[in-house]
């Protein structure tokens, strides 16, 4: 089945820090979510990218799918940017997401 | 409701137990689909619907889990003879439409078996 890898699988920044996050899988894929888990646990959706680039706010993806990888930018982070960030993708023709392994993230005051 | 609810919000069972959990995903939309996350890992995709209908059960990891959708709206998924290994939180998403859509996911049921 498709393998969804993520890295770095942890950050640690100083507040303000932009940082890049990668999530790469090994088959095509029709389209791609970014989500950001809280440290509560709660998950939100921050991007539906399938290909090209979106932003909001401070944040920004790029999926670039004929090469299988997306980027997650977080610029001047902030400690509400903690928790983990995962990438999902489902296998061509399904509705089975995938989530990728997770980047954890902890931004420090 | 203004999003995806849950419940219960916590579940504490024994071993062998029956239990059942409720998703209400948000108004209007299509597809709903359930996850589990176990401690400190990753989301597994456990069931999608469509409408009423469950085209995908390929990852419910055995016979004693199933999942039903009614109207179009309420979920309910069930484990029955609960084991150890079925500790952790669900997670229920909906969204207007099947994969094309953005994923909204409630704050989960967090399971512990004893």
């Known amino acids: 089945g498709i393998q969804v890898e993520q890295s770095p699988p942890d950050l640690i920044l100083q507040e303000g820090a932009n940082s890049t996050l990668r999530c790469n899988f090994s088959?095509?894929?029709?389209?791609l979510q970014w989500f950001h888990q809280n440290p509560w646990g709660q998950l939100i959706n921050l991007f539906y990218?399938?290909?090209g680039t979106k932003q909001n706010g401070r944040l920004s993806a790029t999926t670039v799918a004929t090469e299988r990888y997306s980027l997650l930018y977080i610029s001047s982070s902030q400690t509400t940017d903690s928790g983990v960030y995962f990438c999902?993708?489902?296998?061509?023709?399904?509705?089975?997401?995938?989530f990728g392994t997770g980047t954890r993230l902890k931004v420090l005051a | 409701g203004a999003g995806v609810s849950q419940s219960p919000s916590n579940k504490v069972t024994e071993k062998g137990k029956d239990v059942e959990l409720r998703c209400d995903p948000i108004?209007?939309?299509?597809?709903l689909y359930w996850y589990r996350q176990s401690l400190g890992q990753g989301l597994e995709f456990l069931i999608y619907?469509?409408?009423?209908?469950?085209?995908?059960k390929s990852g419910l990891p055995s016979d004693r889990f199933s999942a039903e959708r009614t109207g179009g709206s309420v979920s309910t998924l069930t484990i029955q003879r609960t084991q150890q290994e079925d500790s952790a939180v669900y997670l229920c998403?909906?969204?207007?439409?099947?994969?094309?859509?953005?994923?909204?996911f409630g704050p989960g049921t967090r399971l512990l078996v004893l």
């Open positions: 998403a909906s969204s207007f439409a099947p994969a094309q859509e953005t994923q909204y």
């Open positions: 088959d095509s894929v029709n389209n």
């Open positions: 990218i399938p290909s």
């Open positions: 999902a993708v489902p296998p061509g023709g399904t509705y089975k997401y995938i």
């Open positions: 108004s209007g939309h299509t597809a």
């Open positions: 619907f469509q409408g009423n209908s469950a085209p995908d």
